[in-house]
């Protein structure tokens, strides 16, 4: 089992930026494949960005290229989303997703472990 525990949303003005934290405990072991999602009421489940410990590799979501950068600390078994530059469209829930690899890591259903979620909000 992991449990995942997201923090640092928030609200601000468009141009900002914000850090979402994303704090793993348990078998950390399963967690080799880590990712952002987001929700905006009405629309599905986005995958934002995914980083992969067995290739070492990242990818991102076209509408956050070059203004968001995923990142994580294996001694502290955290997940990081830097947001820059942020847009009211980035308005959304976010959560932190773990599985033990990556497949099809833009799909929600690939992951086993969810996190509750932090909201951002950003206005214009």
């Known amino acids: 089992q992991v449990q995942l525990v997201e923090s640092g949303g928030g609200a601000v003005q468009a141009g900002g930026s914000l850090r979402l934290s994303c704090a793993a405990s348990?078998?950390?072991?399963?967690?080799?494949?880590m990712a952002w999602f987001r929700r905006s009421p009405g629309k599905e489940r986005e995958g934002v960005a995914v980083?992969?410990?067995?290739?070492?590799?990242?990818s991102y979501a076209d509408s956050v290229k070059g203004r968001f950068t995923i990142s994580k600390d294996n001694a502290k078994n955290t997940l990081y989303l830097q947001m820059n530059n942020l847009k009211p469209e980035d308005t959304a829930m976010y959560y932190c997703?773990?599985?033990?690899?990556?497949?099809?890591?833009?799909?929600?259903?690939?992951?086993?472990?969810w996190g509750q979620g932090t909201q951002v909000t950003v206005s214009s």
């Open positions: 997703a773990a599985d033990a690899s990556c497949i099809i890591w833009e799909k929600s259903e690939e992951y086993m472990y």
């Open positions: 348990g078998y950390t072991y399963s967690s080799n494949c």
């Open positions: 980083i992969d410990d067995s290739y070492g590799s990242t």
